[in-house]
């Protein structure tokens, strides 16, 4: 079945430092969203994607969409306490109403 | 606006027991579904409405029944609960099947 790969699955990292998670999708993606789920919590919009290629930050946040809109990338700058938590990638499958999201990164950060 | 409001926001079940997942949203959104998280899998999506009267099945959508009477609402049941449906469940909702999703607090299902 259709399938979206993230990786890593769990990061940890001390404050201050970078971290990216990549997210590979079997399939075409209409777009792409990313979202943030704190523990306990449920999953918060970031940003969303549409065309291949397309680049944007939000802050210390920088995301992209690859060319064939099949893959995406999260990058966080300076990483913060307050950047703990599970980010999903996720889209509707090309043509269709129907997500798949990611399997998730979590990210740790020590302070 | 409250958004998407889910309840119950824990339940325990019996196997083979029958209950209904509630979903509201005050957003005039067209686009509803409903997903299960559970551990090292994301999510998964069961099933979707794009507007009321019209429902489709989603990946996982076996032992789940949706219906969709008005844009608000967009109850999710379970008809005879398995411990294999044990999860976290999530509604939400879009303004169409295209922009961002807004998803309600979850609800803990345990199946016994």
């Known amino acids: 079945g259709q399938q979206v790969m993230q990786i890593p699955q769990y990061q940890h990292v001390q404050e201050g430092e970078d971290f990216t998670t990549y997210c590979n999708s079997s399939t075409t993606l209409s777009n792409i969203q990313w979202y943030k789920q704190r523990p306990g919590g449920h999953p918060v919009f970031l940003i969303q994607l549409v065309k291949s290629g397309e680049v944007k930050k939000q802050k210390r946040l920088t995301f992209q969409f690859g060319e064939a809109k099949k893959n995406s990338s999260l990058h966080i700058t300076a990483t913060q306490t307050t950047d703990v938590g599970t980010y999903f990638c996720a889209g509707p499958t090309s043509g269709t109403y129907k997500y798949i999201f990611g399997t998730g990164t979590r990210l740790k950060v020590l302070a | 606006n409250a958004g998407v409001t889910q309840t119950p926001k824990f339940q325990v079940l019996k196997t083979g027991q029958s209950m209904t997942l509630q979903c509201a949203q005050d957003?005039?959104?067209?686009?509803m579904s409903w997903y299960r998280q559970d551990p090292g899998m994301g999510l998964r999506l069961i099933h979707y409405s794009v507007g009321a009267g019209i429902t489709d099945q989603g990946e996982v959508p076996n032992g789940y029944n949706v219906s969709r009477s008005t844009t608000e609402d967009f109850p999710l049941r379970l008809l005879s609960a398995a411990p294999s449906q044990t999860s976290v469940y999530f509604c939400a909702s879009s303004r169409n099947g295209d922009e961002k999703l807004f998803f309600g607090s979850g609800t803990q299902l345990s199946v016994l």
């Open positions: 957003m005039n959104h067209e686009y």
